[in-house]
């Protein structure tokens, strides 16, 4: 009966290609089967050990005086690159262990600025002493979790949000803090803090209004695919590697010797290139999920704040080298009749937003192909300004307080 289906169904080659999988279907069956038995245990046993943690979300209060130029935040997300809990086979395959992720994010409720860190309980006290080494005077204290105070519903409320990505290859660094020359330790007046512009921002927000913004990181490690080998796989220094090849590879430009003879050689942006990516990868690497939402009260959303979401980190791209793009969740539709009653948009609203509450990108069910950064590059995005950002709406502690001396009288 069944080779009579496939007879009147399908024609000859079609149907010869039919039998011939069903007559090695004890060969690939088995491997298929296996494949995805493997696939769906390693995303039970990932989700069980991800669900079974303790997580803390920290609030930073800023001191009224920071001094210190951002490299005080690379020494902070030193101690975040960290690979705890893959070491073996066991840890990895069986129990589900993940390397620890931290979400780093800047905030907006009703126009008040918030930092928060948000990790795992146990790394707590390492990132506390750490933040209170490098920024005397900073507040930290255990926050509820403002992403739980706000219920998914699009009768009451109203969501725009996307991920960020780079425009180029992960090696090519974006603009960073040092490009701005905050490493110079220039009079606070003459400061440019590209900080400034993502904090202005979020002091923008009204009472009705929320902005979150989310960054989430874990220490890079060898996970990407090399070109054309499928088993074979490649940390961020090696795929540096291979783009300073391809680069010497395409000199632009020619030189037309005495001889008469031409010869090509690297133009200038072309060495630029090359000395940014050594330059970037002798720094400690992050794969990085950058995420971004506007919420509003539904009859007060406002259209205009999308584009300023969509350029939230537009200061920090290069013509030359390499900058951010709004990407997934951001839906954008030319026709009504691309969306019938906005199904597919909403079914984004809800996305993204559950996403950034459950700081999920690495692991499913929103796993996605992060991008790589540097501690220099993150800090640039992330890092606790001076008092020359005078955004009003920032939390700073209201005084500068100081420890008593020590030898006091008892």
Known sequence: MFQQFLITAFPEPLREGILL????APIWLPIFLGIAFVKLWMTYVRANFINSQEYVLLELRLPQRVEKSPLAMEAVLA?????TGESSFINRWVIGKVRPY????????????????WMRENFRRLIESNLYAEFPGIEISEAPDYTRMTRFDLDEINVHGCDFELVEPDPLPIKTYVDYGLDKDP?????VDPMAHILEFLASAKSHEQIWIQILIRMNRAEKKKP?????????????????????ANPEETEERTDGTTIKKLSDGQKEKIKAIERSISKLAFDTIIRGIYISEADKFDGGMIPGLLSTFKQFNSETLNGFKPTRYNMTLDYPWQDFQGIRENR???KVFDAYRR????????????????????ASIFHLPGEGVTTPTL????SQRRDAPANLPT
Do not use: C
């Open 348 to 350: 984004f609203r809800y």
């Open 228 to 248: 054309g080998e499928y088993f074979a796989f490649m940390d961020w220094k090696q795929e540096a590697r291979m783009l300073i090849a391809s680069i010497r």
């Open 395 to 398: 939390q700073r502690v209201p």
């Open 102 to 117: 931290f979400s780093l994010e800047m905030v907006s409720l009703g126009g008040k600025v918030h930092y928060f860190i």
């Open 21 to 24: 999988a069903f007559k090695f």
């Open 79 to 83: 101690a975040m690159h960290h690979k």
């Open 187 to 191: 009079k606070e007046v003459n400061k």
């Open 359 to 378: 700081r999920a990108g690495f692991y499913s069910p929103y796993k996605t192909r992060p991008n790589v950064l540097n501690t220099e590059e993150l």
